[in-house]
């Protein structure tokens, strides 16, 4: 069920990485993709295991949040992990029969890159969306863009229509799931048929939500203008976003972590 | 001939500290040929219950008999049961989307997969028993009023003639001429194909007003369930259901209390009245 | 004079040539409670969204506080005196967290970060929704999402709330909540402009105006309203079933079970003496 996507919700808490700085958890998240997408070994890849699981622990998101929030990627790491279990050409091979070979690299390049969007998706949603709500979020993205402002690009604009995005993810999966259901009531087929008859079972469903999303936009303007809106003219924010001394101590570690994947990477062992 | 339902249950997030009892071992039967309304507070289960009808949901234990067949037995097949249980959603406005009226119509016979004559027989009808304009077909659905949408799409389920007729809140939101427009299209519906209807509603005195039967749901189990006159004349527990009785209701309650009348099962005001004036007091 | 006053007051929407209110005059006092009621296309959504100054009149004038809406360089001050709250309760909320949500418009106003808390807590209270302030937005019933929406306009601290049709989308119980809300505003001073097609909701209200066709049809206590029935009828618009009994045996309005079982004892009583 579409229902089931927690991808950029917001999991109130008061663990240590939410009451990180969201400035430093962007910081952070750069660090962590740089450090994802080093990796190359396998002893580098049992680090970045290690170290996901880490930043879960200390979020105290439950394991099962986590979980489910890749059961949507299912299809996607599934593909993945069989297109390089088959197409990889390697010189080991472990297995034969008749044209389809697998080799040794291709059962490594498949783990590989299943660790590695996995950890992709877990980090980002538990250093930033879980953790950081929208708003400290936008403010943290709109604070880091600052000098950006100077040459003319409407930061604040930029980061409100980010949050607001955010925000309206999981009524519009709802409205989604609605829709549908009504559309199926209707003997709407979305599950037969070639990839045009596939594609045009998609308009019922598309249309509605298309103009249901405008009409919500354009509500949501008038009650944001009522609310004294004015695009960040003046803004004050209740909560102050201080910098505190761990938040850096945060921030080196991730660097150092990131450094280590290098090294990790020159050790090589023999399987 | 009956939409049956017997022990059936639905649990949503089994094995998981989330688990939620929808719909506790419920044993129901829907006659044919009458209006069912279905009452009770959110969270009681009405809208699961509603979505169990035509197969949208399945229920996680217990039998779900449409004219004596199990609706689960060929699930392949379920497509079908839609075409038999049409099932109106609340807000159905919302699930609008073609050029015209006619079209958005004729979305629901198209998929059955009639001929075009047939369509077009059915669309006239529906949009008749709605009371949609024939001029209006050619307009596009998103030009109309909110009331008016909410009829193009009950039609677009009517089109479909099927042998029962769920409606989830067709009336929620609208203004009284709204809703009655709705309402009486839900009674032309009825009598003119001798349908069958499940009218899910908040509303006790509408529900009071346009059911034969009622059937009061409350915590995921059935609270009572008989006809009209049934349901009313135990005014004490449904006073206890913390539903919201009509007002007339509540008035003749009252009146009982104080040794005013004799009787308190009354949900209509013209009843209401015709007790008022058997008293010889109230005809000058 | 009163807190917002209405003078001749027409809008016409763009593209159309009738005009969906024409010429209304009307004043609402300070600390007043009213509902405006009228069956679809009566013109009372626009009338609502007139009077706090979301559309400026194409004819006519408003003053609110003795401030025009036309004026742009009133629109501030206004928009601060005059909040509204909108139907669809999903679509006002603009933050995933209650008490940030609630924050929005102090935070826009530039209000010092520890006053802001205060304006939050306080407006969270009234509305009964305090230990909420953690949640996400999301999860909340339809009741307790409109009453988000109130608190974030209580939290600018205004003179007056307008409600258009803010409880058409909710269940008896949420609308029981709102009404009731409404009720504990206006007791502490706040000026109240509700619009809605419930009656009963209606006749909670100091005052009524029904509008027909753009025009004020009727305006006066709901007592005085409800007790033209036939009128209402015409307007196609429902009475609350105890006033309709009342009127066809020609007894005097109620507008509650409760009081409407008072006046046929009173009637009983008289007649068997």
Known sequence: MLKDITLGQYFPGDSILHRTDARIKILMLIVYLVFVLCAKTAFAFGFVVIATGLLVIISEIPLKTVLKSLKPLLFVLLFTAVINLFFANGEDILWQW???????????????????????????????????????????????????????????????????????IPTLIEETDKIISAQKARGADFESGNIFARAKALIPILVPLFVSAYRRAFELAEAMECRCYRSGVGKTRMKVIKTRPADYIFLGMSIIACAGIFFLNQVVIPL | MSLKLENVSVVYGEGTPFRKIALDNINIEFPKGKITGIIGHTGSGKSTLAQLLNGLNKPTSGNIYLDGTDIWEKPKEISKIRFKVGLAFQYPEYQLFEETVGKDIAFGPKNMGLNDNEIALRVAEAAKLCGIPEDSLNRSPFELSGGQKRRVAIAGVMAMRPEYLVLDEPAAGLDPVGKTDILNGIINYKNETDGTVILISHSMEDVAKYSDMILVLKEGKVFAHGSVEEIFSDIDSLANSSLDLPQITRLFHELKKRGLSERDDVYTVKFGEKLLREKGIFNA | ???????????????????????????????????????????????????????????????????????????????????????????????????????????????????????????????????????????????????????????????????????????PAGRREISDTMRKLNDRGITVITVTHHMNEAAMADRIVVMNKGEVAMDGTPREIFARVDELRKLSLAVPQVTELLYDLGLPAALHAKEAADVIEEEIKKKCL
């Open chain 1, 98 to 168: 008749k044209f389809i070979k697998i080799y040794r690299e291709g059962i490594e390049n498949a783990v590989k890159m299943v660790i590695r969007l996995t950890s992709l998706v877990t980090g980002t949603s538990v250093l930033l969306t879980y953790t950081t709500s929208p708003l400290d979020l936008t403010d943290g993205i709109e604070r880091l863009l600052v000098p950006l402002k100077k040459i003319g690009v409407p930061v604040h604009d930029f980061a409100m229509m980010m949050s607001i995005a955010l925000r309206f």
């Open chain 3, 1 to 171: 004079m009163g807190f917002i006053q209405a003078d001749k007051l027409t809008y016409t929407y763009e593209g159309n040539l009738v005009p969906a209110v024409k010429e209304v005059s009307l004043s609402f006092k300070k600390g007043s409670y009213t509902a405006i009621i009228g069956h679809n296309g009566s013109g009372k959504s626009t009338l609502a969204k007139l009077l706090c100054g979301i559309f400026t009149p194409t004819g006519g004038k408003v003053l609110i506080d003795g401030m025009d809406t036309a004026d742009e360089d009133n629109m501030a001050s206004i928009r601060e005196k005059c909040g509204m709250v909108f139907q669809n309760p999903d679509n006002q909320i603009v933050s995933s967290v209650v008490e940030e949500d609630v924050a929005f418009a102090p935070e826009n106003l530039g209000v010092e970060p520890a006053q802001i808390r205060k304006a939050v807590d306080e407006a969270l209270a009234a509305v009964g929704m305090t230990e909420y302030a953690h949640h996400s937005t999301y999860k909340l019933s339809g009741g307790q999402k409109q009453r988000i929406a109130i608190a974030g306009i209580l939290a600018m601290n205004p003179e007056c709330i307008v409600f258009d049709e803010a409880t058409a989308m909710l269940d």
